[in-house]
């Protein structure tokens, strides 16, 4: 059964891969949390999966939608038994983008998304001697990305991305930037299906 569905799934890409007017790409990236932030002194970047639809184009700017999928993570370990804990924050992040199609340098194609990002974080391991495994959090802000993608071939295409989350907190997590503003650069690789 399980070679059938493959069998399926990859002739269905064959046959996509061939069409001239790719509307549908897929993206692996690396995420780098940048700035002096939450995000930025505490975590590392593992991967980031993403998807694009172009939907619609209007005189050489596609509009489409897009969703990435990533994880960042906290190692703690203080040596001395006391903190040792890990947390991994999932970032979903899905938005509407627009893509620039310069006719003059047919390779170069910048895009800017605006949309909304969830990061859940999920502990495990002790803190203090208390067990924090299952302990889960979810926040979600605003998300602006911006970019620019060059073409290798007509389906290979390589990227690098901008993305400024804006959180929102509770009343009990004060307000500031160190508290609400997530960085992230992204670099990586994509395929037109």
Known sequence: MKQKLLLALLLILSIKSF???????????????????????????????????????????????????????????????????????????PRFFAELKIESISKLRPFVGFGYSFMIFDASGTNNGFDVSGSNDTEGGINANFGISYDITKKIFIDIQYDYVKLKVDKETPNTTFNTNVNLLKVGLGFRI
């Not at 700017?61 to 994880?71: F, P, Q």
């Open 19 to 93: 069409s001239q007017d790719s509307k549908l790409s897929v993206e692996m990236h690396y995420p780098i949390p940048i700035d002096q932030n939450f995000i930025g002194k505490n975590y590392n970047g593992i991967i980031d999966f993403g998807a694009k639809y172009r939907f619609s184009e209007i005189t050489n700017i596609n509009i489409g939608a897009s969703i990435n999928g990533g994880i960042l993570v906290n190692n703690t370990n203080d040596n001395s038994g006391n903190q040792d804990f890990t947390i991994k924050s999932y970032l979903i992040q």
